[in-house]
C-alpha cells in the first residue's frame, strides 16, 4: 500500500514540476516579448512618447495620486486656518489702530482709504469665490469665514 501511495506522490510532483516548468516557460516568454517591444519602441519612439515609459508614468502617478490628494486637502485646511487667524489679527489690529487714532484725536483712517487693508480684503473675497466654486456654491451668500470654513469642510468631506 505505502508503494502505491509513493507512486501518486511521485506522479503528483511530477505534475507539480511541469506546471512549474510551463509557468517559467511562460515568464520567460513574456520577459522577451517585453524587451523586444522595449527594443523596438526605443528605436521608434522619441523619449517621452515611448508608449511603455508612458504606461509607467501613468502607473506611478495613478500610484501617488491618493497621497496628493490628501496633502492638497492638508494644505486647503491650513490655508484656510492661516487666512481665519490673519483676518482675526488684521481687523482685530485695525480696531485697535482706529480706537487709538480716535482717543488722540486724529482722523480715524477709512477702509477705503487705505489701499493695504483694501488689498487684503481683495485677497480674502478672491480665496472665498474660489472655494465657492469648487464646492457648487454660487457665491450669493454672506462671505463671513464661517461659512467659508463649512463650504471648505463639505469640499473636503465630499471629494474623499
Known amino acids: 500500500m505505502s508503494h502505491q501511495g509513493n507512486g501518486d506522490h511521485q506522479h503528483h510532483h511530477q505534475a507539480v514540476d511541469g506546471?512549474?516548468?510551463l509557468l517559467?516557460?511562460?515568464n520567460n516568454?513574456?520577459?522577451v516579448v517585453h524587451n523586444r517591444l522595449d527594443k523596438e519602441f526605443r528605436q521608434v519612439y522619441p523619449d517621452n512618447a515611448n508608449p511603455m515609459k508612458?504606461?509607467?508614468?501613468i502607473k506611478k502617478i495613478q500610484d501617488q495620486l491618493p497621497s496628493l490628494k490628501d496633502q492638497c486637502q492638508e494644505l486647503l485646511s491650513a490655508k484656510q486656518d492661516l487666512i481665519d487667524k490673519?483676518?482675526?489679527t488684521i481687523v482685530g489690529n485695525r480696531a485697535s489702530s482706529q480706537r487709538l487714532q480716535a482717543s488722540m484725536g486724529i482722523p480715524v483712517t477709512n477702509d477705503s482709504d487705505d489701499p493695504a487693508y483694501t488689498n487684503f480684503n481683495e485677497v480674502i473675497?478672491?480665496?472665498a469665490l474660489q472655494v465657492r466654486s469648487k464646492t457648487g456654491n454660487d457665491g450669493h451668500e454672506d462671505?463671513?469665514?464661517e461659512d467659508?470654513?463649512?463650504m471648505l469642510f463639505s469640499a473636503i468631506v465630499h471629494g474623499t
Not at 54 to 57: G, K, P, W, Y
Open 19 to 21: 506546471l512549474v516548468n
Open 24 to 26: 517559467t516557460k511562460a
Open 29 to 31: 516568454d513574456l520577459t
Open 54 to 57: 508612458l504606461v509607467a508614468r
Open 86 to 88: 490673519a483676518r482675526t
Open 125 to 127: 473675497d478672491e480665496w
Open 143 to 145: 462671505s463671513d469665514s
Open 148 to 150: 467659508i470654513n463649512k
